[in-house]
Structure formats: C-alpha cells, structure tokens
C-alpha cells in the first residue's frame, strides 16, 4: 500500500499564520510593558477625542528642537517665495481688509512698494475681481512703475481673484521704496450713463497683489521691515510688539513713540499693532515685521531676521528712561500723508485763480466723473448774511452731446448750479459767472466740486469707446469770496484738525471700550496725519464709555443717554406720535393720567377733570410749538436728529466754551483700525466731522448736525470798516432776536402815536 504525502489544506495555511501574528502582537506588547514605547493619543485640534489607530508615538523625532520652537515654520516648497505687497499711500477712509476698491468708469490709485534687494525681485503680480456688470473685452488696467509702463491686463476675473503677473525689466525696481501707478478703465456691459457707471467696481487684493520676491535676507535691513510692515497691513495681521513689559512705566511713551514714527513713515492707512509675548506659536499666514524692546543703550535701533524669518526692527532702551528726542528715521519712505493733499490758503475779496489753490487743467472722458478741489478759508471766516461768492468758470465741451447733459458746481456738497452742455459745443467759454451764496462757505476747509453727467446715447447699450474727452474745465478760472471780520463759530472742526497724538486720552471707564492696543492705534493714526502748522497741544479728543456720560459738558443742550445708545447700539428708531414726540404708554394723550406697574389709571377723572387736561395739553403743545418756531430748542432737535442715525463711533463738542476738546464714544465691536482710518482720511483727502455732533456710519460717512442757535463771536474791535458786517452776522446768526427788536420798537412808536392822538383830540375838545 502506497502513501501519499499529505497536503497542507489552506484553511490550516491560515490558521498557523493567524498565530504567528497573534504571537508577535503579545511579543510587542510585552516589550512596551517592559520599558518600550508608550503609546500616546493625541487629539486632533478641535475634537474632543482622537482614533487610537491615529496615534503618535513620543520618540525621538516628536521632540527634535526644531520641531519644537515656538515659532515653527512648516517644510513647504514655496516657503522662500514672498510678495512684497502694494501700500497705498492715501488713506481710504473705508478699509475693506487686504482689498482696495477702484469704482466708477475710470481711476488712478498711486502705491508704495518695498524691494529690499531688486536682484532677487522677479514679475509684478497684480490680483483683481470685478463686478458682473464690467465688460471684459473692453475693460482693462495698465501699470507703471517708477513711471515706466510694466504692461496692462483684462478685467475678466468675476467670481474670485485672478492673478496677472508682469515681468519686470532690469533697472526698473529700485532698492528701498517704488511707486507704482494702476490705471484702470471699465465698461458696463449692458448698459451706458451715469446709472451704469455707479454699478461698475473692481477691487484689487493688496496681500496677493506686488512684486514676488525669491529667497531670503539673512541679514536685516530698513527696506526689509518696511516689507514686512506692508505685508502686515495688506494681510491685516498687524505688527507684532514684543518685550514692551519690561518698559515699566514708561512703556507708553517708549510704544508710542516707536508707533506713531511708524505710521506717520508708511502713510496710508492706519497699521494695526498688537502685543504677543516673547514665547508664542507662529500663526498661519504670510510673515510680517515685529519691533522688540531690549534693553540696551536708549535709542539704539537695529535690524533683524527673527528665526521664523520675520524681519525685526529691535528697540533698545534703559530701564526706567523715557525714550530720546531724537530716535533714528526711516530713510526710503513715501511723503508724510499730513502733507500729501494739504488745503492752500486762499485771499479773500479778490479774485484767486484755481492754479493757485492746487486746481489743474482737467479732461473728463466718463460718462459720470466727480471732480473735487480743496482749499482753506482762514479760520477766523464767518458770512451768515446774504452776501455772493463769484467764480469765474472756464470750460469747453464736445459738440454733439446727447440731451440731458450737464455740469453741476457744488460748493461744500451744496449744488450751486446747473449748466446744460448744450448749444456752444465746441466752443471756449471764459469767465461765465457763477454766483453763489457766500454762507455755503465756511472757515477751514472748503471743497468745490463739479459733477459730469452724460447720458447714454442709447442707454440701453454698452458705451462706445471715446477717444476724446467731452468736457475739460481750465485752471484759470477764478473764485472770488466776499470779505468777513474776524468771528468765530463754534465748530468741533477747529479741534479736529489740531489733535495731537498726546491729545488722544481715555476717561476713567475709556479703558473697557478702547484697549491698549486700540490706543496706540488711534495715536499713532492722529501722530500721522498732523501737520505742524495746524497742531495744538490744547486740543484734545476723550475716549469715553457709555458709563461716562456723566462726564460729558453739555453746555446747556439737552441729549439723553438712550439716545446715544441708539446710535451706537443698534436700535429702532422710536416710534413718532404724530406731533414729533414720542408715546412711550397708551395715556389716550392725557400726561396727568399716569399708569400704574400694572397698567391701570390710578384714578377715574370725571368729564370736567378731562376736557380740562385735554385743553390744557392742546395749549400747551401750541405755546411750545410756537416757542419752538421763534427760538428753535437745540435739545429737542439733537434729540430727533439722533433718533434717525446709526453708527460706529459718535463726537461731541456739545460746550462752546471749551472748543478744544472733542468727545468720543465707539459702538461695542467696532474696529479700532477702521476708526483710524477714518480719522486720517477725514484730516487729510476727505470731509470730516463738523458742527456740534458727528455720527460715523458703518460705510465710512461722517453725519453732522450744527446747532440751530450757536452764535458768533466777535474777535476783533468794532470799527466804522467792520460794523455792518458784523451786525448782520449777529443779525443773521438768530433773525427772531431783530424780528423781535423791531417788533418793540414798532410797539412803542404805535403807543407814542396813539398817545399823541389822544392828546391831540382832547385838547381840541
């Protein structure tokens, strides 16, 4: 009998090597038992638990030191490439985080930008969106550098940014600061006019949008944090501040004094800072600049690469030792922002050419075109009468427009006049007269504006391309502003434009809405923007908090504290009762039946008791009405006029007897960058708070209300040059008060005459 060998069945293939594998399982186990590896979970940042099978291990690689900096920078192929980003060298006024908006048919933006070393400089990248309504084929952006043309792109990007990138000849990038200019021209892609080119925006993202830079410093350098600082801006982050607790007691002056040269240096809008602490976790995102405070010689600065590559600008300083007047200076930066658009002084009772307030020669293309001019009127400038201002307009137009074209002249946002563009098209017309009344002016600033509208012709299609301009207005045309005594109106204005950084103070109860961080931004955007002609060390702007309020002067007005709560808070606006109060329980219009907790009258009045309330507050609404139309109550007013505004931030200058200080109150979660921008747009390139009470709403627009019953005060000696028109300023300022005089003297000359014919008749008799 032969046998077989016997063959190994699979099942038993399996079972042996599902054996072996349990054995090795336990072997390892006995080992971690025995002093091996520890296993660790570890969880996932932001769950509550981990998988076991995800663990790590603790060894040897979990704590390599470079693994285990604070400031760790992750393996990342395209870690050496940077963007050193675009800076714009005006401020906005409304920041929309890294994006700047170009709006309208046609505009030109200037920027800074920073190269550290050109040679490791390569192509010009420039990330744009549009809005739907631009017409790709014929809407485009041209860009030059240092004033040379780099090249122009296709606005074609709708839905998210899109990045055209430009090389960069040798020799056109300098070391240190460039200008760079973006040109852009867009088309509606449906329709033509002024409707249509308000629909028409595109933006341009600044953290995506410079000069790529390959490689990195490995030593540090002026160029190389101002970089760092622009990069920190565009991309919002701010500058990191670190070591500024060992300052002490002088730490503000030491911050501040390091913040403010800083800001004032790039321009632009506010940076923002904020403090971290020697030892901290390096974020996500592009690395900006970082100034630390070291001990050292006082004043000493010096520049850095930190190790996460960061360039730092170390601060070195004395204990206890306030910092020296004379800290070192950026070299390579663009003009300080306070001087970029200053407002020329103009003459008054004589002609003053347009070139000689800044006004040049301009050609408008657009359909809709806004073209503003600034200049200053001394602040001692007070006209309420009847008088006229004259300007002398030189201007051309195209032949040929379609009906309805126009120019509007505006003079502090008040439309003056209306010129059609029709019937001399093509034709210089010099020196048409254009009066106007002169109270429109006021002292300080002035802004005269004039407003192109060109109809589309058809409106219904997209514009065609003009080669030409349709309208140009020439720089000899002449303003003429009537003479004034020296008088002054109270106006938070004066103030506003002389602040200082040291005038920027916090009340007792300031600290819980503005931090530390919020203060030095707001001095450091006020150090910025300050010229040294205009600056007051008297002027003063208070950081308050609604539990202040008690501290504000309200110089005899009368405004309630649910009323500011409502501008910065959010509410509804209160419901009116027809007569402009406000019905704050159903007392059928009786204020002598008053409620009681639970709703009820706490009397029954009979019939007679009610038809007399009744009457009584009928007379007494028609005597306060009345009162009100002869002398108009400014707390009632202030009081309706809050009620129909919201905002971000409100200014007070409510007292007249202290026209230097202004205060300031923040809406809960309002951004402290963005207030300072605006305070910098509004005290150098834009309007800005006026009269008594400002509101800044949530787009960046400043709301004023001015007093009804402020009065002018005179200045200089009365004299036989000067006495009308200083009583009809005083005159003007409050008509009732000459109504009334006159009513009295008129009274008294009716009781002579009536007295003189009663005597006449009895002695006759």
Not at 137 to 166: H, I, K, M, P, W
Not at 387 to 415: S, T
Not at 636 to 656: K, S, V
């Amino acid at each position: 009998m032969t046998h077989r060998p016997r063959q190994i069945r699979p099942v038993t293939v399996a079972a042996f090597a599902a054996l072996a594998v349990f054995w090795l399982l336990a072997s390892a186990q006995a080992q971690a038992q025995e002093g091996g590896l520890i296993v660790v979970p570890l969880e996932a940042p932001g769950e509550e638990g981990g998988d076991a099978g995800e663990s790590e291990f603790v060894s040897g690689e979990r704590f390599d030191p470079e693994r285990a900096r604070g400031t760790r920078v992750e393996a990342d192929m395209g870690q050496d490439e940077r963007i050193s980003p675009l800076r714009p060298v005006v401020a906005s006024g409304q920041p929309r985080g890294s994006a700047i908006r170009f709006d309208g048919e046609s505009q030109t933006l200037d920027f800074a930008l920073f190269v550290p070393d050109p040679e490791q400089a390569r192509e010009l990248r420039i990330a744009s969106l549009s809005s739907i309504n631009v017409l790709p084929e014929r809407s485009q952006f041209s860009v030059y550098v240092n004033d040379e043309f780099v090249g122009e792109g296709r606005l074609e990007n709708f839905t998210e940014f899109g990045t055209a990138e430009f090389p960069l000849e040798p020799g056109v990038l300098t070391r240190g600061q460039n200008r760079v200019q973006i040109r852009l021209r867009q088309y509606h892609r449906i329709f033509c006019g002024p409707e249509a080119a308000f629909a028409l925006w595109t933006d341009i993202d600044l953290s995506a949008s410079g000069v790529r830079i390959d490689g990195r410093e490995s030593e540090g350098s002026e160029e190389a944090f101002l970089m760092g600082v622009a990069v920190a801006a565009a991309t919002g982050r701010g500058v990191e501040i670190r070591g500024a607790d060992g300052l002490g007691e002088v730490r503000s002056d030491w911050v501040g004094a390091i913040t403010q040269q800083l800001t004032t240096a790039l321009g632009g809008d506010p940076i923002p800072f904020r403090f971290t602490g020697f030892w901290s976790v390096q974020d996500d995102g592009p690395v900006g600049a970082r100034v630390t405070f070291l001990p050292g010689d006082a004043g000493k600065i010096t520049h850095r690469i930190g190790a996460d590559g960061a360039p730092v600008m170390v601060v070195e300083y004395e204990p206890d030792s306030p910092p020296p007047g004379d800290l070192p200076a950026f070299e390579t930066t663009p003009p300080a922002i306070a001087a970029q658009d200053a407002p020329d002084l103009i003459a008054t009772d004589a002609p003053v050419r347009f070139s000689e307030f800044g006004f040049r020669s301009v050609e408008v293309q657009d359909r809709y075109a806004l073209i503003e001019q600034r200049f200053r009127l001394p602040d001692d400038y007070v006209v309420l009468t009847n008088a006229k201002a004259d300007i002398g307009l030189d201007y051309i137009y195209a032949d040929g427009l379609p009906d309805g074209a126009m120019l509007l002249v505006h003079v502090n946002g008040h439309n003056v006049r209306l010129l059609p563009l029709q019937g001399e098209g093509g034709t210089l017309i010099e020196q048409f007269p254009v009066r106007f009344e002169a109270r429109h002016l006021r002292a300080g600033v002035n802004t005269l504006g004039f407003e192109v509208m060109i109809p589309g012709d058809p409106p219904d299609l997209p514009c065609p391309v003009w080669d030409r301009p349709v309208l140009a207005i020439g720089e000899d045309s002449a303003l003429t502003v009537p003479y004034s005594p020296s008088m002054y109106l109270p106006d938070m204005h004066f103030a506003f434009r002389a602040l200082t950084a040291d005038g920027v103070q916090t009340r007792s109860n300031g600290g819980r809405m503005f931090s530390q961080a919020d203060l030095i931004t707001l001095r450091a955007a006020v150090a910025g923007s300050t010229r040294a002609d205009r600056a007051n060390a008297a002027a003063q702007l208070h950081l308050l908090s609604l539990d202040d309020l008690a501290a504000l002067p309200l110089g005899g007005y009368q405004v309630s504290r649910h009323a500011i709560e409502n501008v910065l808070l959010g509410g509804a606006p209160p419901e009116d009762d027809g007569a402009g109060g406000t019905a704050s329980a159903d007392l059928g219009g009786n204020l002598l039946l008053m409620p009681d907790e639970d709703g009820a009258n706490r009397r029954s009045p009979g019939a007679f008791t009610a038809i007399f309330a009744t009457g009584w507050d009928w007379a007494v609404g028609v005597f306060e009405t009345g009162l009100q139309w002869l002398h108009p109550r400014s707390g009632t007013l202030l009081e309706q006029w809050l009620a129909q505004h919201r905002g971000q931030a409100i200014f007070l200058q409510l007292d007249p007897r202290h026209p230097e200080q202004i205060w300031m109150l923040r809406a809960p979660g309002s951004d402290a960058t963005v207030l300072a921008s605006a305070i910098v747009a509004a005290r150098t390139v834009a309007e800005g708070p006026r009269g008594q009470v400002s509101v800044l709403d949530e787009a960046g627009r400043w709301h004023n209300w001015t007093a009804p019953d402020r009065q002018p005060v005179l200045l200089e000696a009365v004299s036989p040059g000067n006495l009308r028109h200083v009583l009809g300023n005083i005159v003007s300022a409050m008509p009732i008060r000459y109504v009334m005089v006159l009513f009295l003297l008129a009274l008294v000359a009716a009781l002579l005459a009536l007295r003189l014919v009663i005597s006449t008749r009895e002695h006759n008799t």
